[in-house]
């Protein structure tokens, strides 16, 4: 299935894209900061959502967010996360449209 690449004026979300970085603190305990690499102005649609049952009941929530084609984002594909409106979802996988010039980036959050 071939991706559109969305009008500029579609691409009305600002998101941050972040990578996680493991540190060490004072008393030498691994901690998990997020560095944000790039702030894109991004088109958003919303996938799914289903009802996971695991013990209690959980909602999955799945999105797809297009870029401007960014090479560290490329690079880096599920090692990122996404903010966006105060959430951060994990990126499942990131699909580059055209020839460097777009990116589709999917993300999954647990509710």
């Keep these: 299935m071939k991706e559109a690449k969305p009008f500029i004026g579609q691409m009305d979300r600002k998101i941050s894209v972040v ?3 493991a540190t060490r603190n004072s008393t030498n ?3 998990v900061t997020q560095e944000v690499i790039s702030t894109p102005w991004a088109y958003m649609e919303d996938v799914s959502g ?3 049952v695991e013990g209690k ?3 999955l929530v799945n999105k797809k967010f297009t870029i401007r084609y960014n090479a560290m984002v490329n690079d880096l594909k599920n090692q990122l996360g996404v903010l966006y409106d105060g959430k951060l979802f994990n990126v499942v996988n990131v699909v580059e449209i055209g020839r460097r010039s777009h990116l589709l980036i999917i993300v999954k959050d647990y509710e």
């Design 57 to 59: 009941i959980r909602y």
């Design 29 to 31: 305990e691994k901690e």
């Design 19 to 21: 990578k996680f970085v």
């Design 50 to 52: 289903t009802e996971d």
